[in-house]
Antibody, heavy 118, light 108 residues
Framework: QLQLVESGGGVVQPGRSLRLSCAAS????????MHWVRQPPGKGLEWVAI????????DYADSVKGRFTISRDNSKNTLYLQMNSLRVEDTALYYC???????????WGQGTLVTVSS | SYELTQPPSVSVSPGQTARITCSGD??????TYWYQQKSGQAPVLVIY???KRPSGIPERFSGSSSGTMATLTISGAQVEDEADYYC???????????FGGGTKLTVL
C-alpha cells in the first residue's frame, strides 16, 4: 500500500534552516517524480518544488527559488526539502506527493507543519 | 505570472448538481486536474487530464474543459462531498505549475 510520511517540521526562527524528509513505500520510488506542496494555515495549496525520478531535473516556485533545495536518495526511498533563509511567510503544512500521470501530484502524505516565528 | 481562478464558494442542496469552474491564461492549454480536500485531511485527486476519474472516485464526479476554462461537476452532490476543491495545471511551457485558489463546496 502506497505510503508517504513526512517529518522534520517544527518551530524555527526567521533566517534559520530546516530540512524536511518524506519516507516513501508501496510504489517504485526510484521511478517516480516527486513534489513538495505547502498550505499555509487556513489558506490554499501552493506548489513548491518537483524533482524527476533520477534527480536530474528540479524546478521550484519563484517564492522559494534560491532558498529551498529539493533532493532525493533512491537507495533510502526518501525525498528531502532543505529550507534555508526561512521567512514568516513560509509557515505552512508541507506535503510531499508522488508525481503520477504527466508528473502531476496524485498521492499525498499527511504533511508536516513548519512554523517560522521569532 | 500564471494564475488559475476559481470561485471562492459554491453552495448546493443534497441531490443537486454542483459546478466548480477554473479559468486560466490563454492556450495552448494544458490539462486540468482536480483535488478534493476535506477538513483536516490531505488532498485527493478526483479528476485527471480534464475528464478522467481515478479508480475509487464515484461516478458523480466528472470534468470538462472548453477553451481556457475547466469545470468540475458533481452530479447529485452528497453531504459527504462538502470539501475544498482545487484545480491544478501548468502554463503553456509546462514550467509553471499552479493550483487555483480553491473553492469551498457546501452541501446542505
Amino acid at each position: 500500500q502506497l505510503q508517504l510520511v513526512e517529518s522534520g517540521g517544527g518551530v524555527v526562527q526567521p533566517g534559520r534552516s530546516l530540512r524536511l524528509s518524506c519516507a516513501a513505500s508501496g510504489f517504485p520510488f526510484s521511478s517516480s517524480g516527486m513534489h513538495w506542496v505547502r498550505q499555509p494555515p487556513g489558506k490554499g495549496l501552493e506548489w513548491v518544488a518537483i524533482i524527476f525520478y533520477d534527480g536530474s531535473i528540479k524546478d521550484y516556485a519563484d517564492s522559494v527559488k534560491g532558498r529551498f533545495t529539493i533532493s532525493r536518495d533512491n537507495s533510502k526511498n526518501t525525498l528531502y526539502l532543505q529550507m534555508n533563509s526561512l521567512r514568516v511567510e513560509d509557515t505552512a503544512l508541507y506535503y510531499c506527493a508522488r508525481g503520477g500521470t504527466d508528473l502531476v501530484p496524485d498521492k499525498w502524505g499527511q504533511g508536516t507543519l513548519v512554523t517560522v516565528s521569532s | 505570472s500564471y494564475e488559475l481562478t476559481q470561485p471562492p464558494s459554491v453552495s448546493v442542496s443534497p441531490g443537486q448538481t454542483a459546478r466548480i469552474t477554473c479559468s486560466g491564461d490563454v492556450s495552448p492549454k494544458k490539462y486540468t486536474y482536480w483535488y478534493q480536500q476535506k477538513s483536516g485531511q490531505a488532498p485527493v485527486l478526483v479528476i485527471y487530464e480534464d475528464t478522467k476519474r481515478p479508480s475509487g472516485i464515484p461516478e458523480r464526479f466528472s470534468g470538462s474543459s472548453s477553451g481556457t476554462m475547466a469545470t468540475l461537476t458533481i452530479s447529485g452532490a452528497q453531504v459527504e462531498d462538502e470539501a475544498d476543491y482545487y484545480c491544478y495545471s501548468t502554463d503553456s511551457s509546462g514550467e509553471r505549475r499552479v493550483f487555483g485558489g480553491g473553492t469551498k463546496l457546501t452541501v446542505l
